[in-house]
T-cell receptor, first 112, second 110 residues
């Protein structure tokens, strides 16, 4: 079975720009969650998608938005980038959270 | 929401030593996972262990759900065990948001 894949692996953007990060879920997993991990911190929940609908959101502003596609892959979009958005963005897929999450390798975003 | 605390925050050990990492959580959980974050940032799942004890080679984990803690044991540490270890919990009620502790940074010295 294929794991969770994320693209790109690294990205440098300028403040004010917009960015799209992509995630392909593990085969058979119908739920995708996104996390932001700042340097030296634990991952923080951004939001989760289940059957193409947002299914829970953390304490992030509306400029963080997402999509889930019929094949369960997902995108994270961030508008009006700020310097504090620099972080590792992790995608996790699951078949119901109680059965465990599988994480991708992440996208490291740097905003300059 | 659920609070998750990990201890110790940092641990430096000689190769071959044993270590115990702790995860305390403030509410009953539907899921608890231990992860090792590799140098490239990927969270590698070590154990899915909402309760009970599991072993995988030199690693084992125990979760005592009624007392709201979990322990990760690493025996005969190797330098490749270095990195940050996180526990993530999913509460019994509420949305399916995996909440992480702040991690334990383990450094194994040759």
């Amino acid at each position: 079975e294929t794991g969770v894949t994320q693209s790109p692996t690294h990205l440098i953007k300028t403040r004010g720009q917009q960015v799209t990060l992509r995630c392909s879920s593990q085969s058979g997993h119908n739920t995708v969650s996104w996390y932001q991990q700042a340097l030296g911190q634990g991952p923080q929940f951004i939001f989760q998608y289940y059957r193409e609908e947002e299914n829970g959101r953390g304490n992030f502003p509306p400029r963080f938005s997402g999509l889930q596609f019929p094949n369960y892959s997902s995108e994270l979009n961030v508008n009006a980038l700020e310097l504090d958005d620099s972080a590792l963005y992790l995608c996790a897929s699951s078949l119901g959270g109680a059965r465990g999450y599988t994480f991708g390798s992440g996208t490291r975003l740097t905003v300059v | 929401g659920i609070q998750v605390e990990q201890s110790p925050p940092d641990l430096i050990l000689q190769e071959g030593a044993n270590s115990t990492l702790r995860c305390n959580f403030s509410d009953s959980v539907n899921n608890l996972q231990w992860f090792h974050q590799n140098p490239w940032g990927q969270l590698i799942n070590l154990f899915y262990i909402p309760s009970g004890t599991k072993q995988n080679g030199r690693l084992s984990a125990t979760t005592v759900a009624t007392e709201r803690y979990s322990l990760l044991y690493i025996s005969s540490s190797q330098t490749t065990d270095s990195g940050v270890y996180f526990c993530g919990t999913l509460p019994n009620f509420g949305n399916e948001k995996l909440t992480f502790g702040t991690g334990t940074r383990l450094t194994i010295i040759p």
